[in-house]
């Protein structure tokens, strides 16, 4: 297997921010392009990523392969990589992964293959009452904000198609209202709906603002938040996040 990636810096905040949930991943490459799945160890998110073969310069495989890898590891060395950069991933014959990294000068890592514990996927057949697309930068500022006030949970509230964010705190409450009127969201759909989540597990997944260009927001009353920051080529990366108990 070889692919090539031309913006290193952007695909690296992928697994920098999977890094903020899970220690190890298996990386699944088919003919469709790079899968990743895994579950935080609270189980309470579970993240479903597609990086598809169109977003990578090159993309040749033979047959399907999974390797498993320490995402810290990883991101020590994706972290070095500047936007200016090519990035190319590499299988050997033992299962080993290779990545280096082509700009001013060539670096490269070579990685050895772990077992990483595969997670069986939870059940997603859901319905959802509320659904919202927004600009990711517009998103996760909001939720910079939200962060600073403090407090441990958010909730989302959707009522005439606006979609309602509420933080409690020491030192107040903050209610951030976005709606397609007002510019916050690019467009919604649905009836009304209520459910509280963990800020952090929602801040956690911010550093996807640097790959993903829109976000799409769905959610219902008492049942996951699912955030998707869309990538290029038709790519996801899908964050499921349960609803705190209120």
């Not at 070579?110 to 930068?137: D, G, H, M, R």
């Not at 260009?213 to 049942?223: K, N, P």
């Amino acid at each position: 297997m070889r692919a090539k990636v031309i913006d290193a810096d952007a695909f690296s905040y992928i697994f920098r921010t999977l890094e903020e949930f899970i220690d190890e991943i298996t990386l699944d490459f088919s003919q469709d392009g790079l899968k990743i799945r895994g579950i935080d160890p609270s189980r309470v998110v579970f993240i479903d990523i597609l990086i598809p073969s169109g977003y990578f310069e090159e993309y040749n495989i033979e047959k399907e392969e999974k390797v498993g890898v320490k995402l810290e590891d990883l991101t020590d060395v994706l972290k070095t990589a500047k936007k200016s950069d090519s990035l190319y991933l590499e299988t050997d014959e033992n299962q080993n992964i290779k990545i280096t990294l082509d700009g001013e000068y060539e670096r490269s890592f070579t990685f050895p293959s772990i077992t990483a514990s595969e997670q069986e996927a939870p059940n997603l057949n859901l319905e959802f009452p509320f659904k919202a697309k927004a600009l990711t930068v517009t998103f996760t500022e909001i939720i910079d904000e939200i962060e600073d006030i403090g407090g441990e949970s958010v909730t989302f509230k959707a009522q005439e198609g606006k979609l309602y964010l509420t933080a409690n705190s020491d030192l107040g409450s903050q209610t951030i209202e976005l709606s397609t009127e007002n510019g916050g969201l690019l467009e919604s759909e649905g009836g009304e709906a209520e459910s509280v989540y963990g800020l952090e597990y929602i801040v956690n997944t911010s550093k996807m603002r640097k790959p993903s260009d829109t976000v799409e927001i769905a959610f219902g009353s008492q049942i996951p938040l699912k955030l998707r920051y869309n990538l290029p080529q038709g790519g996801y990366a899908d964050f499921y996040i349960a609803p705190r108990a209120e």
